[in-house]
């Protein structure tokens, strides 16, 4: 059974920084993209960032870009997004996300690329 962990959430100020962690088994994930979503309150899930199964290609919403990075430990089948210079915007329950198929998109924002998810982090920027 594939699941994923994620982990480091938490209330920070803004201007804050916080590191959010997902651990998966059941499977290994080297061959396949991974990625953040999230989810504000009264809001839809969206995409936030991904990254490609080598690494050495991510991609970013814009309201995120420059000040967030998406990172990969395909030996702990782990992946990683720091977030800096977070924003009161920022606050909502973050969900990582594994696709079904390798060798999938590293730049597609659609949910439904993605078969599995973790169970969420909430992640609260005060003002």
């Known amino acids: 059974q594939v699941q994923l962990v994620e982990s480091g959430g938490g209330l920070v100020q803004a201007g804050g920084s916080l590191r959010l962690s997902c651990a998966a088994s059941?499977?290994?994930?080297?061959?396949?993209?991974m990625g953040w979503f999230r989810q504000a309150p009264g809001k839809e899930r969206e995409f936030v960032a991904a990254i490609r199964w080598t690494a050495d290609n991510t991609y970013y919403a814009d309201s995120v870009k420059g000040r967030f990075t998406i990172s990969r430990d395909n030996a702990k089948n782990t992946v990683y997004l720091q977030m800096n210079s977070l924003k009161p915007e920022d606050t909502a329950v973050y969900y990582c996300a594994g696709q079904g198929s390798p060798y999938g998109s590293w730049y597609t924002v659609r949910m439904g690329a993605y078969a599995y998810w973790g169970q969420g982090t909430q992640v609260t920027v005060s003002s």
């Open positions: 059941g499977r290994t994930f080297s061959s396949y993209v």
